[in-house]
């Protein structure tokens, strides 16, 4: 059974910098298309954030772009992704996703960025 372990989340002020982690467990490292990251903010739908695929090519989102950048270990099973220069916009629940031959989702991590 495949799990997605998120960790990281948090309370950071404006401008401050925070690092999730996700690491995916019961799969095996060859299976795994893509990694990344999605959010969710209050009455809002779920955005794509940051990915990372077998070959370490990222794809990150333009509203993200020059500020977060995502990673991964590929024998941990593992992707970070790195928050820079945060603003209150990117107050939500931070979800990892996980594509192999079906897609996985994490529980999700609350970051808030409040001053």
């Known amino acids: 059974q495949v799990q997605l372990t998120e960790s990281g989340g948090g309370l950071v002020q404006p401008g401050g910098s925070l690092r999730l982690s996700c690491t995916a467990s019961?799969?095996?490292?060859?299976?795994?298309?893509?990694m990344g990251w999605f959010r969710q903010s209050p009455d809002k739908a779920r955005e794509f954030v940051a990915r990372v695929n077998a070959n370490d090519y990222t794809t990150i989102a333009g509203s993200v772009r020059g500020r977060f950048t995502i990673s991964m270990d590929h024998n941990e099973n593992k992707v970070y992704l790195e928050m820079n220069d945060m603003v209150p916009e990117d107050t939500a629940v931070y979800y990892c996703n996980v594509v192999a031959t079906k897609g996985y989702w994490g529980r999700g991590t609350q970051v808030t960025v409040s001053s």
């Open positions: 019961g799969i095996a490292t060859e299976d795994i298309f893509t």
